[in-house]
């Protein structure tokens, strides 16, 4: 197998700024049911950003005095002409990023900058300083999360870890923080086949936040999907279809249970995992069924749309798989487009889920099979493209020092010359 691109890389994370860009705004687009229908309106918005008509919106909620549809009910604020005014609105009519993006460009850069040894409190630091710096533009951090980022400040990070596990009285957050931000690990730990690396390093930053174990194998499961899109798309030029891209995707994922390299380590989450083996199964059936199977309102029921790691994680896999095929209900022959679509249309959590469709889905056809616009629509696009790069650039140096680093469960690490530089 041959090695990911760059610009498979540079897809993953782009993927997660136009999924996160374009999702938010259609978050309670359905629950309001401003509009009679929600798919159409999201097309017409998305063709509008393909030929640069996109229209600024801000995330203020909506004004008395908007404009309205053509039948009579009041546009939501971010469709109105007028533009944008106020909470964080891009004045250049760039679609603005939420903490979903945020998290996974500092998580990105943290990697980046660590020399091998990979130290949590600092990475608790960053999460910190940046949500600081996020304050005024309202990137919709989720309340829990503010507190934890909050408190490691007052404690000035002194046991990090502590904090996330007396969160919900004890049991600690499943929300599908660890799921959103996760993608750069599937992209740093691509040459360790024994998904060793991929395993520590996603529960060790997990921890930091999400403590359940659902939350726990909600990242694993986002991670280990990136990490396969990555190994399977691209130039390579036998693709699977989307229930063998599903078939191999559960046998990783079991085999974290069992594997020596990584059980250890999964064994005390264990319980986090059955759910998704269900949800594993419900793809399966939705996909053997073929699209006139996936009535919107039976996905939504059976895969979810929530902030919940079980409810959102494994939807945006759906999202990814149903796309390999053309889907009568959504009007492009383009994947990525499809994908997102798909996952904006289920409602909900759209902002999230978006950016995991298109983190896996970036990674799977590349930059270059996107859309034209949408990466260069999205606030920071050139950031993220550059933080890929240095990314992709620190991981093939240490490919050609034939050096792999190693992380125990600790986060401190050991240099291990090794020769296993090459998946698959
Ligand atoms: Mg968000």
Redesign the pocket.
């Known amino acids: 197998m041959s090695q990911p691109s760059l610009n498979q890389w540079q897809g993953c994370l782009a993927g997660v700024l136009v999924g ?1 860009c374009f999702g ?1 705004p259609y978050e309670d687009l359905p629950r309001k049911k401003t509009f009679p229908n929600t798919i159409e309106f999201i097309q017409d918005d998305l063709e509008k950003i393909k030929i640069g008509e996109m229209i600024p919106y801000d995330r203020g909620i909506k004004k008395p005095g908007n404009p309205s549809s053509p039948d009579g009910k009041p546009l939501p604020s971010w469709m109105s002409s007028s533009g944008s005014s106020s909470g964080g609105a891009s004045n250049s009519g760039l679609r603005q990023y ?3 993006t945020s998290m996974t460009i500092t998580f990105a850069k943290f990697l980046i900058d660590s020399n091998n040894s990979l130290d949590y409190v600092n990475l608790a630091r960053r999460f910190s300083a940046e949500y600081e710096l996020d304050k005024p533009k309202m990137r ?1 951090y989720g309340p829990g999360v503010k507190r934890l980022l909050t408190k490691f400040q007052e404690v000035n990070f002194k046991d990090v870890f502590q904090y996330a596990l007396e969160t919900f009285d004890g049991q600690g957050s499943l929300g599908n923080g660890c799921g959103m931000r996760i993608s750069p690990v599937a992209l740093y730990t691509i040459n360790d086949p024994t998904l060793e690396r991929l395993v520590d390093i996603t529960i060790d930053s997990c921890l930091l936040t999400h403590t359940h174990p659902q939350g726990i194998f909600g990242g694993i499961f986002q991670a280990l999907a990136v990490r396969q899109a990555l190994l399977f798309g691209g130039r390579r030029k036998e693709k699977p279809s989307a229930i063998e891209f599903l078939n191999t995707f559960e046998t990783e994922f079991k085999s974290i249970l069992t594997n020596g390299a990584t059980s250890r380590r999964t064994a005390t989450y264990r319980t986090g995992y059955q759910i998704y083996q269900d949800k594993i199964n419900v793809i399966r059936r939705f996909l053997e069924g073929g699209p006139s199977s996936w009535d919107l309102k039976k996905v939504i029921d059976e895969l979810g749309n929530e902030v919940l790691s079980p409810k959102s994680i494994p939807t945006a896999l759906f999202c990814f798989l149903a796309s390999f095929q053309e889907i009568d209900f959504i009007n492009t022959d383009n994947h990525f487009q499809r994908a997102i679509t798909l996952a904006f249309t289920l409602g909900g959590d759209t ?2 889920i978006g950016g995991m469709t298109g983190a896996i889905c970036g990674a799977y056809v590349g930059l270059d099979g996107f859309p034209q616009k949408f990466v260069a629509s999205c606030e920071a696009s050139g950031k993220i493209l550059n933080v890929a790069e240095k990314l992709y650039g620190k991981c093939m140096t240490q490919i050609l020092l034939n050096i792999r680093p190693v992380f125990n469960s600790s986060g401190f690490s050991v240099e291990n010359p090794g020769n296993e530089l090459h998946p698959g």
């Open positions: 996160d938010f939420t903490d979903d919709g902002d999230t």
